[in-house]
């Protein structure tokens, strides 16, 4: 699966009480994956409230009815009928239940779906693509409920969790090669990223801000942006950051360079993308947290050890 690296074999939102503060700049008004079907939503129904109620009520967890869901959801949003008037604490709750347990669902389905790509032939599935649209549909709910508490601080706990949510979902719809959306993502991922100018605190928003980084530059490259592209992972690959990411992260940051270096039109552009993975791994020196690393299977299996 892409995004290798990343553990996500825990749902990342766990206290529901926790989201509270407000997002910078405009709501993703996330748009709906085609297909989905809203065709049965009934008029009498009271809108978005109603739907998260009856959603965290349902024991249903079926994929194909979470999709029905989220199509309604999503519709709502991209109609805009949500912002006609602000969300009472209740309706909070509520809304905050529902994008829980949307993406708790996203987690169960990702993880079946990698458990059996892994013990069975691949077969064609739709499950990226409903795990893509659940966590979509959570993140947009999620930012209702911090843009109705504008009185609220945020707190580091609560952004780093934004944080995480918003690069996975970015990452999900990475996955299905659906850029609009994964632009949105990242976008928001952004407001509560930190760069290499920043004084890092919380490795887990360090973590998150270079993956972020990652996914950018990738996404900047398939959409024919070589030189954000470039430049974005160059970034990633700054000192400050290089010394609070682990092993982990570096593979997936040297197998992405690797990667993109496959899909170039000129050669210069491969050879330079290698570069960036080769230096990437020389510059790590020997020091008390990076003594007792391992060699990088990416380097191991072409004979390269950096420690040498």
């Not at 009271?46 to 009520?57: D, M």
Request: one cysteine or more.
């Amino acid at each position: 699966m892409p995004g290798a690296g990343r553990s996500e074999n825990k749902p990342v939102w766990r206290d529901k009480s926790a989201i509270r503060g407000q997002i910078r700049g405009r709501p993703l008004l996330f748009v709906p994956v085609e297909g989905d079907n809203t065709e049965n939503m009934s008029e009498s129904e009271e809108g978005l409230s109603f739907l998260c109620a009856r959603l965290v009520a349902s024991d249903d967890c079926d994929a194909k009815a979470l999709r029905i869901v989220c199509g309604k959801l999503g519709a709502l949003l991209e109609r805009g009928k949500t912002e006609k008037s602000a969300l009472s604490d209740d309706e909070c709750a509520c809304v905050e239940a529902a994008a829980v347990k949307l993406w708790n669902a996203s987690v169960a389905l990702r993880n079946a779906f990698t458990q059996h790509s892994e013990t069975s032939e691949p077969e064609p599935s739709d499950t990226p693509t409903t795990v893509a649209l659940l966590r979509g549909t959570a993140l947009a709910l999620l930012q209702l409920v911090v843009a109705a508490m504008p009185n609220t601080l945020t707190s580091a706990e609560v952004r780093t969790r934004i944080l995480s949510i918003a690069v996975a979902a970015g990452r999900a719809f990475q996955d299905i090669t659906d850029n609009r959306n994964a632009e949105g993502a990242f976008e928001i991922a952004s407001q509560y990223a930190q760069d290499e100018s920043d004084e890092f605190v919380i490795q887990k928003v360090v973590k998150e801000s270079a993956m972020l980084l990652v996914y950018k530059a990738e996404l900047m490259w398939t959409t024919s942006q070589s030189n954000v592209a470039f430049h974005l992972m160059n970034r990633v690959c700054s000192p400050r950051f290089l010394e609070m990411i682990g092993i982990r992260e570096i593979d997936v940051i040297a197998n992405t360079c690797i990667k993109l270096s496959k899909s170039v039109q000129h050669a210069s552009d491969s050879v330079q993308w290698l570069k960036i993975a080769l230096n990437l791994y020389s510059s790590i020196a020997p020091s008390p947290k990076t003594a007792k690393r391992k060699v990088c299977p990416v380097l191991s299996r072409r004979g390269i050890n950096p420690s040498r």
